[in-house]
């Protein structure tokens, strides 16, 4: 599977934004998809996943502002993020996976997207 992600972009802090991940073939529906995310000097970071069927997962820093969502028939994920704060600047991935859990190793990665907060 091929990802592509956007949405990315400076926003003040407080303001929203929604990143998209397109996916290509046929069998979208069957990944487990994440949103990750690397700010300078750190690791890059699960966010969000979701599995097939649409159960969803959130890291602490994030589930309350954060929501992950896919839409099937468009082989796209999404990631709303709302009461952005500046530590959210960082460059944002798409990924996906065959099996569960939603966390741990993924196996396929898009470019990343930047989210940049100011404050």
């Known amino acids: 599977v091929q990802l592509q992600a956007s949405g990315g972009g400076l926003v003040q802090a407080g303001g929203s934004l929604r990143l998209s991940c397109a996916a290509s073939?046929?069998?979208?529906?069957?990944?487990?998809m994440g949103w990750f995310r690397q700010s300078p000097g750190k690791e890059r970071e699960l966010v969000a996943g979701i599995s097939s069927s649409g159960n969803t997962y959130a890291t602490d820093p994030v589930k309350d502002r954060f929501t992950i969502s896919r839409d099937n028939a468009k082989n796209t994920v999404y990631l709303q993020m709302n009461s952005l704060k500046p530590e959210d600047t960082a460059v944002y991935y798409c990924?996906?996976?065959?099996?569960?859990?939603?966390?741990?190793?993924?196996?396929?990665w898009g470019q990343g997207t930047q989210v940049t907060v100011s404050s």
């Open positions: 990924a996906a996976k065959r099996y569960l859990p939603v966390v741990g190793t993924y196996d396929y």
């Open positions: 073939g046929r069998t979208f529906s069957t990944y487990i």
